[in-house]
């Protein structure tokens, strides 16, 4: 993904400050929150930033735990491309990172009028979801697998 982010960003039509910027967090700084509004997808240029769940529990108690750990060259924020829903989790550096912030909608309007890198950029993004999707189809069979076997049901594996 990086390389062909990288690319984009140094086309000429594609401009920081209008398009997209620098951006440094400190160590436990949250990128965003759960709930924010989305519209920026983010590029990790150094450091890791890790996903997290904001899940109820019985009795209104609340737990926040880390989804998964993102590290140089990957990205996140992507669905802002896709939906105008707010942020599914929060995102909060694991370390001192650097990233680079893209506007979705700046975006989406540059790979419409440049379909070429267009059709590069969302190829490498839809492989991104594709490998989230199966590692969330992983941890959700292991889990409902201990769940049946924690309530005496294996017999439905």
């Keep these: 993904m990086q390389q062909t982010l990288h690319k984009l960003l140094q ?4 401009q920081e400050g209008r398009n997209w910027r620098h951006i440094r967090c400190a160590a436990n700084e949250f990128i965003f929150r759960e709930g924010d509004p989305a519209d920026t997808l983010y590029l990790i240029e150094a450091g890791m930033v890790r996903i997290i769940a904001d ?10 735990p880390g989804v ?13 491309l896709f939906d105008h829903q707010a942020r599914s989790a929060s ?6 990172c650097e990233i680079i912030g893209i506007d979705g909608e700046q975006l989406l309007a ?11 950029v969302l190829r490498e993004l839809i492989a991104a979801l594709v490998g989230r999707l199966r590692n969330t189809n992983r ?3 292991s889990i409902l ?3 049946l076997k924690a309530h005496g049901l294996e017999q439905h594996l």
């Design 11 to 14: 086309h000429p039509e594609f």
């Design 91 to 96: 995102v909060m550096a694991i370390s001192d």
């Design 145 to 147: 697998a201990w769940g």
């Design 110 to 120: 540059f790979l419409d009028a440049h379909p070429e890198t267009g059709y590069a």
């Design 55 to 64: 899940l109820e529990l019985e009795e209104g108690r609340h737990i926040h």
């Design 139 to 141: 941890k959700l069979f």
């Design 68 to 80: 998964c750990d993102l590290e140089a060259g990957e990205i996140f924020g992507e669905l802002a």
